[in-house]
C-alpha cells in the first residue's frame, strides 16, 4: 500500500440497491462513528483469500474482489453534531484482508495540528495551528470531510480509501432500535449544557442498560481525569458492545428497516455503488476479539494557554509503520520482541500513591518509552500483569517486578503496545 496521495472525493447518490447489496455493512454505518467502521469490515473481512499479493481498495476491480484478491483498505469516520460541522469522534479503520486484521486508531478531537497546504490550498486560506476538530468546521458542510481526511492523511502518512460521516441523532435510534445496549459505565458523570442549548448529561456508575439518549450522555460526556484519552477509551467499550449486538443475525433481521431509514436520514459517504459492489464480495461475520483499537499516542498539555491533545511523532511513526505497512519490532537474541522498541504505559493498580510516576521514571532511564503514568480503575491483583498487544513483547520487563505476568492486552487497550498495570504487592 503506498504512502499518502491526497485526492478529490466522490459525490455519494443514496440509492436502495446499495443498502440492499451490503447490509450487514450499512446498519454498522449507523453506529456512532464506530459502528461504521465494523459495518464496512464486516463486509470485506476474514474470509479465505486466494490469488497472491496485496492492493489497495482503489486498484481493486469487481472482477478481483470476485477472486478474493487480498486488498488493504482505509475508512476515515466522523461523528458530527446536529449542524453537521464539529466533528466529536475521529478515527481511521485499516483493514488488511491477507492478515485478516481490523485496526482502529482514534485521533483525539483536540489533537494539535498545523493545518496542511492541501487543506489550505482546498480552502483557499492561512489557519496555522489549531485542534483537529476544527479542520472539519473550517471546511464546512462542503468541503469538512475533505478537509479533516487531508489533515488525516498528514498526521499519519497514509491514504485514506473512504470516509463515514455520521450525525449523533444515528446513535439514539440504533440503540434504540436494539432495545439498549448494556454498560458499565466507569464513574458518575454529570455535565449540565442546557444553557447553550445542549443536552444535559446525568449517569451514575455501574453496570446498566442504556437507551439512545443515555447513550448519547456516555459518548458526550468528557470530564475525564486523564480528558481526552479517557473519553476515547469509554467510547471505544461502548462501540464493541453496540456493534456486538447489532451484528447478531437476530437484529439484523428484526431491525433491518431501522437500519435503512437511519443509514438515509444520518449516514453520509463516498462509498460508491461500484464501491460496494466490490466489497460485497466480503461480507462474513466479524470475530469481536479479533479487533484492536489504538489511540494515537501523546497527551493532554496546555500550550500558549490552550488545551491539546499533543501527539508523539516517533511513536506515531512507529504505531502506523506497525498497523498500516506490517514493519515488525526489533527483535532480543532469545526471539523475543525487544520492549524498547515498544510504547510502553505504565498504570497503578494498587495503594501506593505515586508508584506509577516512579516505575514509569525508573523504565525510562534504562532506555524504554513510556507514556504518561495512570491509574487503573479495573478489577486489583497482587501480582504484576504486563500486557502486551503482540505475542512475544514484555518478556523482557518482568525481572523489573517481584512477581510479574505477562499476558495479552485487551483489544481496546489504547495507544501503547504494552500495559504495565502494578499489584498490590509492588512497593
Sequence with gaps: MSRRSPKRRKKFNPVKTFFKIVISMVMCFVILAGGACFAYYKATGNVPFSGGGVMNAGDMSILDALMGKNIKLN?????????????????????????????????PRDTRVDVCEEVEELLGGRYGVTKFNAVHAYGGK?????????????????????????????????????????????????????????ITINLKKGLQTLDGKKALQLVRFRRYADGDVGRIQVQQLFLKALAEKVLSTESIVKNLGDYIEVMYKYVKTDVSLTDA???????????????????????????GGVSY??????????????????????????????????????????????????????????????TEPT???GEQMDYTRIQVKTEGAGKDLVKYFDNAKVESAPSDMGSADIRIILGTNEQ
Excluded at 173 to 189: N, R, S
Excluded at 318 to 339: H, K, L, Q, T
Design 375 to 377: 491509574t487503573y480503575h
Design 142 to 198: 462542503e468541503h469538512g470531510p475533505e478537509a479533516a481526511i487531508l489533515q488525516m492523511e498528514d498526521l499519519l502518512g497514509i491514504n485514506i480509501d473512504h470516509y463515514v460521516k455520521i450525525n449523533f441523532d444515528a446513535l439514539v435510534e440504533i440503540v434504540d432500535a436494539v432495545g439498549g445496549v448494556e454498560v458499565d459505565v466507569p464513574q458518575d458523570m454529570y455535565w449540565d449544557m442546557s444553557d447553550t442549548g445542549d
Design 277 to 303: 459492489l466490490k466489497y460485497a464480495n466480503y461480507i462474513t461475520k466479524v470475530d469481536m476479539d479479533k479487533i484492536s483499537m489504538e489511540t494515537l499516542p501523546g497527551a493532554g498539555q496546555y500550550v
Design 75 to 107: 475508512v476515515a469516520v466522523f461523528g458530527v453534531d446536529k449542524d453537521e460541522t464539529r466533528t466529536d469522534v475521529a478515527f481511521v479503520v485499516h483493514y488488511d484482508s491477507e492478515q485478516e486484521s481490523i485496526s482502529l486508531i482514534s485521533v
Design 309 to 370: 491533545f499533543v501527539h508523539d511523532p516517533q511513536a506515531t511513526r512507529e504505531m502506523v509503520d506497525r498497523v498500516f505497512y506490517s514493519v515488525a519490532p526489533e527483535v532480543n537474541e532469545d526471539g523475543s520482541i525487544d520492549s524498547k522498541s515498544l510504547l510502553i504505559e505504565v498504570s497503578n493498580g494498587g495503594e501506593v500513591a505515586g508508584l506509577a510516576g516512579r516505575v514509569t521514571e525508573k523504565l525510562a532511564n534504562e532506555g524504554f518509552r513510556l
